[in-house]
């Protein structure tokens, strides 16, 4: 990635589920437990330790170096910005935003996660988060008629998926534009269920699947 340098503040660390963090991080950057543990500096076994027993307490100075191992902040691993939206520090030195080809749009809308749905409603337009998958080229998704989601049915929408990294205040985001249909088959609903890799975070009956065939595809990317 880049060379930027991170800042740290070194303060008490927040509460937060530091070993799932950890686990997720770690997996992000394709380190096994070794690796992450030998980049922090500290032993393969204390690191799985932090990972898979919960209420783990590092000192600030262990904290601090797996954040700089990792490539992350202190805040982040422990938690502490779970409740802010992303984005919030300065951006970097010399950043450089470029347009991503349609292929690379494609591959970073990878098949399933959150993203947003634009639609227009009688008050005006509306973007809301759904989870959502890709089958056959085309974003899926499951909401209840009448939900804001399902307006997407039988109109032109926008669909949007982003990935913001604070630690180097870079990022990425997915815009696709295309045509919503409701998917009124029963046989292609039960196939897109048994396709489904996770349920709708919202919960309740979620029972009518939306398609969204894909006009066009643009991306950018911002690094520093």
């Known amino acids: 990635m880049t060379g930027q340098v991170r800042t740290n503040t070194v303060e008490a660390p927040p509460l937060g589920d530091l070993g799932r963090r950890l686990v997720a991080r770690r997996a992000e950057l394709g380190l096994t437990c070794e690796e992450a543990a030998a980049r922090a500096g500290v032993a393969p076994n204390y690191l799985?330790?932090?990972?898979?027993?919960?209420?783990?307490?590092?000192?600030?100075?262990?904290?601090?170096r797996l954040a700089e191992a990792l490539h992350t902040t202190m805040t982040h691993l422990a938690g502490g910005d779970s409740d802010r939206?992303?984005?919030?520090?300065?951006?970097?030195?010399?950043?450089?935003?470029?347009?991503?080809?349609?292929?690379?749009?494609?591959t970073l809308l990878s098949s399933h996660g959150v993203?947003?749905?634009?639609?227009?409603?009688?008050?005006?337009?509306?973007?809301?988060?759904v989870n959502y998958g890709v089958v056959d080229d085309a974003i899926v998704f499951r909401t209840s008629p009448g939900a804001t989601p399902a307006l997407a049915a039988g109109s032109e929408v926008a669909f949007e998926v982003d990935r913001i990294d604070d630690a180097f205040s870079e990022g990425w985001s997915v815009l696709v534009r295309g045509h919503g249909q409701a998917v009124t088959d029963e046989e292609e609903a039960r196939r897109l269920t048994g396709l489904a890799r996770s349920e709708p975070w919202a919960g309740g009956r979620r029972e009518l699947w939306v398609r969204i065939d894909v006009h066009t595809v643009t991306g950018r990317r911002i690094t520093v």
């Open 48 to 64: 799985r330790y932090l990972e898979e027993r919960p209420g783990a307490a590092p000192g600030t100075g262990t904290l601090l």
């Open 85 to 106: 939206p992303p984005g919030p520090g300065q951006a970097g030195r010399s950043p450089d935003l470029t347009e991503l080809s349609p292929s690379e749009c494609r």
């Open 115 to 129: 993203g947003r749905v634009a639609v227009l409603t009688a008050t005006g337009p509306a973007v809301v988060p």
